[in-house]
Each structure stands twice: as structure tokens, then as C-alpha cells.
């Protein structure tokens, strides 16, 4: 059992029958009354994000979670991971994997999280390395302006790059917003 003065960003507890994870705390203590903690928590099953306040001294259930470090192999509807250390390969749907797809890779390493045994997602490293795969010509110079332009890269996933990316040029891009890091010297 956890209390409320555990409470802290990344907490995994379970209310009401489903795991929850706290993104938001504040510690409230009014001049009058009990002090209180006001948390923001998101359903890690369906990813709802309610607000809940919690009295000092409550007590909370923490939540039945773990992550283990998985590979993925392979999409066909369903996306493919296989646990190095037992060999055991699970597959997750396309709904749990959401905008994750735009970077996944084949053979990349991800945390899949699971509740009482069963998958409800995966975290993926915060940066991934793309190849473009289309885009306009690369342009030398003009780089003062800090101008954009649109490309494609082999998961189908476009994003906005400098004018100087050509095709085959392997890009950084941090998964946590989607957007362009650094390009980054061919992996060959």
C-alpha cells in the first residue's frame, strides 16, 4: 500500500479496477482543513485523463504493472515483439501501438508495459534514427532562414526538415514530438 505522500510524477496505482499513472501533482495545504494532494492521472488501458484529489494520509493500491524490454519484429496487422531473455513473442493491435508505428523499426528495442500479464503499450526510446526516403532536392546555403521543408521517411511518417536533407540522408527524430533533431552519419 502506498500513501499519499508517495505520490510523485511516473507513480503507477490502481483505482477503481484499472492502472492509472500520475503525470501532474500538486501538495495542498490550506489554511484551514487538511492538506490534500491534487494529481492529474492517465489510464494506462485507454488513456483517459481525469483529475483526482486525495486526502493526506489515504492510502492507495499500487498498480499491478511491469515493463520488460522487448524487440520488435515484424507488422502484419498485428505488431510482432519478441523477449530476448525467454524467446516468448507477443503481439500487440494496432490500437495499442497508436502513433507509435511512425517509429518503429525492425529489430528496435521498446518497454512493454503489462497489467495483471496482459500488454497495454509500449514506450520507445526517445530518439530514433530514420532514413528519407523522399523529399524535395537539398539546397546548400539559404540556411539563415531556418526554412522547412516537408519529408518522408521509410516508417511513412512526414515531417518538416532543413532545406539541405536530401533522400537517403539518416535523420534523428525524437519520438516524444515527432520532430526533426539532427541528420546523422549513414549507419553502414
Known sequence: MLETSDIRKGL?????????IVIEFQFVKPGKGTAF???KVRNLINGAVIDR???SGEKLQA???EERSMQYIYCDGNYHFLDSNSFEQISLESTLVGDNTYYLTENMNVDISFYKGRPIGL???NFVILEVTETAPGEKGNTVTGALKPALVTTGYSLNVPLFINEGDHLKVDTRNGEYVERVKSQS
Open 12 to 20: 503507477r496505482i490502481e483505482m477503481d479496477g484499472d492502472p492509472y
Open 63 to 65: 498498480a499491478d504493472t
Open 37 to 39: 494532494t491534487r494529481t
Open 53 to 55: 484529489t486525495f486526502k
Open 123 to 125: 514506450s520507445l526510446p
